[in-house]
């Protein structure tokens, strides 16, 4: 089912999945030697995810350690459906993070009789995740360095467009054409998944 | 209901970021609320952050902080998972999560201070200096006055619908326009237009008579 064009390693994808099946584990059982692999896992990165806008190894350790508390307390509302955990867990590092820095993010709620659903099935919907997840690492990585460095800036150190051109020194026009590029990219692999 | 007008890589990459700030966020989370394409979109985003973060591998020996880890979890009490059933649909609410509890009700309970010309407004207090987010009420067939502005406006229509030029935006279409742009949107025949508008400064309006009284009326 994995299609050749996804350019995603199948270790990679077994990886994942393999993720995908210990957050379920923790969600159900509270299992601490299934944690353990996710922890030694995701420690790492989120420590660098958090360092890129603290600066400070202790507060990116903290937050780092916050954020793992939170995942550890909230496994059992994971989707397995959703099948990507990367994502999943990048969310709550960043909501951390806003948290942190005494920022609110508003967001929508899905049960607001306002909210509009998705009117695809459910089932079609657990399918598409997860092909969905394997796709976009596929594509991630064919992306150029160049626009792979401005989505980092974007979202690892939380800069603004203009901040981003003035660190690059190009025009603001090239950054925002470098991220449109970059999500168009990103959006056609998972519409050639059809 | 088809959204047509939808939100641009630009504010909905910050917004999956989490660096923008809480008035445009506002917006932007009131149009996902409404755009299952653009809550696609965002998820796609939050796909691609993770993807990077995969990749921000620091190779480090781990014992120490997994030893921390389990000191502390030893002391967490795992939250309870409230699954909320969803709530029962009434068609007639209109202002979607999160706005409705910003503004502390549905159309029903606002308080709708005139504007003049038949136009009303309601400020929305955020804790985002930077940003000025109000309801606004434009009755049908009527224009919104003629504004320049400094910086970027984010228009959300909640209610009735608005030509800007040719286009037309109607419930869950958004609109953005930056500092150049002279427009001047228009509500459409037959129903009052309500949306959501954010903007980054006080509305520079071009008339010189509303100009006039703009300090007064907060606009």
Redesign the interface.
């Known amino acids: 089912m994995n299609n050749k064009n996804s350019g995603g390693s199948e270790a990679e994808d077994l990886a994942k999945a393999e993720m995908v099946r210990l957050l379920s584990i923790v969600g159900r059982d509270r299992s601490a030697d299934a944690f353990e692999a996710i922890f030694r896992f995701y420690a790492p990165r989120i420590r660098s995810f958090m360092a890129a806008k603290t600066k400070d190894r202790q507060a990116a350790e903290e937050l780092m350690q916050e954020t793992m508390t939170a995942v550890w307390n909230k496994a059992g509302q994971f989707d397995p459906a959703r099948g990507n955990v990367s994502a999943w867990i990048y969310t709550i590092a960043r909501n951390v993070r806003i948290d942190a820095y005494r920022r609110k993010r508003p967001e929508f709620d899905m049960n607001d009789p306002a909210f509009v659903a998705d009117d695809v099935a459910p089932a079609d919907q657990e399918f598409q995740q997860i092909q969905e997840a394997q796709l976009l690492r596929g594509a991630m990585a064919t992306l150029p360095e160049e626009q792979l460095d401005v989505l980092r800036r974007a979202f690892f150190d939380e800069a603004s467009h203009s901040t981003i051109a003035r660190d690059l020194g190009v025009p603001l026009g090239t950054v925002k054409s470098r991220i449109r590029l970059a999500f168009e990219k990103l959006r056609s692999s998972l519409e050639g998944r059809l | 209901?088809n959204v047509k007008h939808h939100l641009s890589?630009?504010f909905l990459?910050?917004?999956?970021?989490?660096?923008?700030?809480?008035g445009w966020?506002?917006a932007v989370?009131?149009h996902?609320?409404?755009?299952?394409e653009c809550?696609?979109?965002l998820?796609?985003?939050?796909?691609?952050?993770?993807?990077?973060?995969?990749k921000?591998?620091?190779?480090?020996n781990?014992d120490e902080?997994?030893a921390?880890?389990?000191a502390?979890?030893a002391d967490?009490k795992?939250?309870e998972?409230k699954l909320?059933?969803?709530?029962?649909?009434?068609q007639t609410?209109?202002?979607?999560?999160?706005l409705?509890s910003?503004v502390g009700g549905d159309l029903a309970d606002l308080k709708w201070r005139a504007l003049g010309r038949g136009a009303y407004q309601i400020l929305i207090e955020?804790?985002?200096k930077n940003t000025q987010v109000r309801l606004l009420r434009i009755p049908a067939g009527k224009p919104v006055p003629e504004h320049t502005h400094e910086g970027r406006e984010l228009t959300l229509v909640l209610a009735g619908s608005f030509h800007d030029g040719e286009e037309l935006f109607a419930r869950?279409d958004i609109e953005e326009a930056d500092g150049d742009l002279l427009h001047t949107p228009k509500a459409t025949e037959g129903e009052d237009c309500i949306c959501l508008a954010v903007t980054e400064a006080p509305l520079k309006f071009s008339s010189w008579i509303v100009r006039l009284v703009q300090p007064i009326l907060k606009i």
């Open positions: 209901m890589d630009e990459i910050e917004y999956a970021a989490g660096s923008l700030s809480e966020s506002l989370a009131s996902l609320a409404l755009c299952p809550r696609q979109r998820h796609a985003m939050e796909g691609a952050a993770g993807a990077l973060l995969d921000a591998d620091e190779s480090a781990e902080a997994w921390r880890f389990k502390r979890a967490i795992v939250e998972v909320e059933a969803p709530k029962a649909t009434k609410v209109v202002l979607p999560e999160p409705r910003y955020t804790k985002d869950g």
